[in-house]
Structures are given as structure tokens and as C-alpha cells.
């Protein structure tokens, strides 16, 4: 069973550009998490999906991001427009009835 | 939200040294797992253990839910199993996973 997939693996911006991050949960499973880990901290969740509906987004800096998940499968995590508090690793997740979640590798965001 | 707090924050061990990392959580959960972050940051799971006692090979876990905390044993360390454990839960009718600050475990050959 494949693993939840993220691109790109890394990317490096100059503040104030605009930057989209993917991922592509297990096959089945309905729920998908985007978490923020700043370096030497713990993941820190900025939204959750239930199939293409949001269940929780109230850690979403919603002036500057902004995610979809449109058909219920992959999602697109966006900031725009960049800060240098930005830089961070995102992290996806999904889940099968909401119980154990994995995660994919990770997008390493450096933000210059 | 629920608090969670992880000791030690930082353990140094000779390999096949054992020892027992700690999650506390400040209410009641429905979800707590235990992961490794490895050396190129990829959160590797090891448990999900809202309640009882399970083992997977040199590693066991106990959470005692009516007490609010949970346990992480590793046995006979190994070098690979140096890098940060996290003990991450959820609870309150939030699914999303709160996680601790992590402990840095390094096995020194």
C-alpha cells in the first residue's frame, strides 16, 4: 500500500512570493490533515478535511493561506503571499475513520 | 485545548541501554500516538494507544487514560533508534492531533 505522497520536497522563496504545496492521502482514506513543524517544535495542525469539506481550520492563517481538497482526494496547501516565519517543514496526513494518522514526508519551505 | 508535555526533553544513552519516555496530557483523549521523527524528518508511526498496553518488538507502550499519561519503552537500544519521539493526541471532539515537544534520544555507540 503506497504511502501518502507530497511534492515538492523542498522549495526556497523570496518573502512576499506565493508557493503551492500537494498531497495525495492513502487510497480510501477520508481524512486529510495539514500540519506546520517549525524547526525544533512539535507538527502544529492548520487545517482538517472530511472527504472535499473542511472540518477544522481554526489555526489557518487565513489572510495569507489557504488549501482545497476539490474532489475529495488530493489537496493543495497554498500561502500567499510568503513571510520568513513561513519557513517550515508541511506535513500532510490522512486517516481512516478518523483514528490512527500517517503522514507523508514533508514540504521543507525556506522562506529568504 | 489539550495540553501535552513530554520528559525528558533530551536523553543520551549507550546502545542496549533501555528506557521510558513520558507523554502527560491535561484531558481526556481519543486518540494518542507515539511516533519517530527520523534524521531526514519523516514521522514514522510506532503506536496508536489510546488506552491499554502494546509491544512491536523492542519497543512497548502503556497509556493509562483515567490518569492522563502515557509511556514509551524502548529496549536494547540501538544507534537507529536515535532521533525525536512524539507523543501526539486528540480529544474534546477535535480530531486533529496535538503534539508534545518531543524527545531527542541519541544512542551512542
Known amino acids: 500500500e503506497a504511502g501518502v505522497a507530497q511534492s515538492p520536497r523542498y522549495k526556497i522563496i523570496e518573502k512576499r512570493q506565493s508557493v503551492a504545496f500537494w498531497c495525495n492521502p492513502i487510497?480510501?482514506?477520508?481524512?486529510l490533515y495539514w500540519y506546520q513543524q517549525i524547526l525544533g517544535q512539535g507538527p502544529k495542525l492548520l487545517i482538517q478535511?472530511?472527504?472535499?469539506?473542511?472540518?477544522?481550520d481554526s489555526q489557518l492563517p487565513k489572510d495569507r493561506f489557504s488549501a482545497e481538497r476539490l474532489k475529495g482526494v488530493d489537496s493543495t496547501l497554498k500561502i500567499q503571499p510568503a513571510k520568513l516565519e513561513d519557513s517550515a517543514v508541511y506535513l500532510c496526513?490522512?486517516?481512516?475513520?478518523?483514528?490512527?494518522?500517517?503522514f507523508g514526508p514533508g514540504t521543507r519551505l525556506t522562506v529568504l | 485545548g489539550i495540553q501535552v508535555e513530554q520528559s525528558p526533553p533530551d536523553l543520551i544513552l549507550q546502545e542496549g541501554a533501555n528506557s521510558t519516555l513520558r507523554c502527560n496530557f491535561s484531558d481526556s483523549v481519543n486518540n494518542l500516538q507515539w511516533f519517530h521523527q527520523n534524521p531526514w524528518g519523516q514521522l514514522i508511526n510506532l503506536f496508536y494507544i489510546p488506552s491499554g498496553t502494546k509491544q512491536n518488538g523492542r519497543l512497548s507502550a502503556t497509556t493509562v487514560a483515567t490518569e492522563r499519561y502515557s509511556l514509551l519503552y524502548i529496549s536494547s537500544s540501538q544507534t537507529t533508534d536515535s532521533g525525536v519521539y512524539f507523543c501526539?493526541?486528540?480529544?474534546?471532539?477535535?480530531?486533529?492531533?496535538?503534539f508534545g515537544k518531543g524527545t531527542h534520544l541519541i544512542i551512542q555507540p
Open positions: 478535511f472530511q472527504n472535499n469539506g473542511v472540518v477544522d
Open positions: 501526539a493526541v486528540s480529544g474534546g471532539g477535535a480530531d486533529g492531533l496535538t
Open positions: 487510497s480510501g482514506h477520508a481524512t
Open positions: 496526513a490522512s486517516s481512516f475513520s478518523l483514528m490512527q494518522q500517517f
